[in-house]
């Protein structure tokens, strides 16, 4: 779309409850660069709904997505939901690669909570600070993420991207891709929050690596039709009275108290991780990078700062990107919708 001269690009393709987005970057001088992106506010949820009219409606959306956006490339990685993936840290004995192998599907067996026979296992060694000795054997030992996605929902997105005639070259779970695009260089650990329509998911992320995911079931819409409710009005106008209030620390009114009891669930957790990282690890959450398309609910990153005592900052997805200067308002304004398909894209080209 933007016409930049490049060498190989790659589009990032989010399938979210709230639409379906996309973003081509290129690399060009060995920076990835901004090519084109689109996205469409109709849901398509090809994991929940394993209907052939959902998959049609899926591969003709993401066609015309594509098509509509002027993608240049046919190489794109795709994000599985959170929900949709098991993941765990586990500590276990140094071992030579061949060994570790054995060891993860020894150990997977004891906590992944579907047959294995159902499942694709990954696992990746972390580089984070050894663990202590264990206490019985006294060996060393390594952290390792354990990674394990249904195959039937792996398959289902290769048959999407198979009829849309792309090569679909990777998937990963949307938690690496927000801490890719998020990714912060002045604190070791951050916790990202990431706001959407319908849900709101949390992930721990130590040196760009997220070590605990957690979903919940409440978003942007939640606080609308809590105010909605609170004020007797229309969600059209209770989404107005969101964005105009939202959590202002001296406010007394009804709507910022309505919106800040709907939200508790999010700051109890939020809280609960702060409790349960301290509690795993010497060094604490010392950041927490908001996202989402409900994250700039005016005046929120200053309730948890007061709240939680740490930085509280909005992310900018599109800090790692070269972009026309005069793009960005626009982009500012769609970042947060399109952090997951950002940090997509961003998979091929950086470390």
Known sequence: MFGFAKKRSYLGVDFGSAGLKAVELAVDKGKPRLVTYGFTELPVDVVRNVSVEARDLAVNSLKALVQQAHVTTTKAVAALPNFA???QIMDLPVMSDKDLAAAVRWEAKKIVPWPLEEMILDWKKLDIPAAPKDATSGSATMKVLLIAALKNVVARYMEIFKLANIELLSLETEAFSVARALAVTDVPTMLIVDIGAFTTDLAVVERNIPLINRTLDIGGNTLTKAIAHSLNINEQRAEQFKRDFGLAVEA??????????????????VKYLFDLYQGQSRTPIQKVVLTGGSAYLPHLPDFLQTLLKVPVILGDPWDRVVYPVELKPALDEVGPMLVVAIGLALREIVS
């Open 85 to 87: 993936v098991f993941t």
């Open 252 to 269: 007394g009114g009804s709507i910022p108290k309505t919106i800040e009891a709907a939200f508790s669930p999010v700051i109890n957790e």
